[in-house]
């Protein structure tokens, strides 16, 4: 059975329609309207092997927040609709990504509890027009909205780019991980019977 989704969610700020392939083949085609936010998009669907499109017009003109945040959202949304019931998946995924001086790690739980654990320090507060603090937005919207424990550690790093661009890359590696069905898992992985 296919895990792919699609949504639209249009708000005052912003008119998102976002399709997202967990089976995938690293496909994206993404008209954000945020360049750099682009550009981790597709670093993240390549290195998931996910398939996404997504077309959003927001109120860049005021900022990035609202179109970063609900992309996010979105793909949160999808993410967890595309999961189904996680009968045999993984559940757990964990990558370390080096960027030149950068070491980023992500791992994920999709336990059914949001939370988001971040530790990471930009040496910058922008990055070309884009805020760097708007990386902890995107990853707590899609933490929140797809039910999922994320963990974010960057060990060390010196370059705001190639630190958020590992996190990028690690985020799709391991959520790749933790989507996988496992032939030998029958069922859902826990205890309690569900996720």
């Not at 190639?162 to 069922?187: C, Q, S, V, Y």
């Amino acid at each position: 059975m296919a895990r792919a989704t699609e949504i639209k969610r249009k708000t005052n700020e912003t008119d998102i329609f976002l399709g997202f392939n967990i089976d995938g083949q690293g496909k994206s085609k993404l008209e954000t309207g945020v360049p750099f936010l682009t550009h981790m998009l597709d670093l993240f669907t390549k290195h998931g092997q996910f398939d996404l499109t997504v077309n959003a017009k927001g109120d860049i003109e005021v900022d990035d927040h609202h179109t970063t945040e609900d992309i996010g959202i979105c793909l949160g949304q999808v993410l967890r609709e595309a999961l189904g019931d996680k009968k045999g998946i993984k559940r757990y995924g964990n990558a370390f990504v080096p960027m030149d001086e950068a070491l980023a790690q992500v791992v994920i739980d999709l336990s059914n509890r949001p939370h988001l654990e971040m530790r990471a320090e930009f040496p910058s507060q922008k990055v070309g027009t884009f805020d760097t603090e708007l990386v902890h937005e995107f990853l707590w919207k899609l933490a929140l909205e797809a039910r999922m424990n994320l963990h974010v550690i960057v060990h060390y790093g010196q370059n705001t780019h190639h630190i958020i661009e590992a996190i990028f890359k690690a985020l799709g590696r391991a959520l790749n991980e933790a989507t996988m069905i496992d032939p030998n898992i029958k069922g859902v992985p826990s205890t309690k019977g569900m996720l």
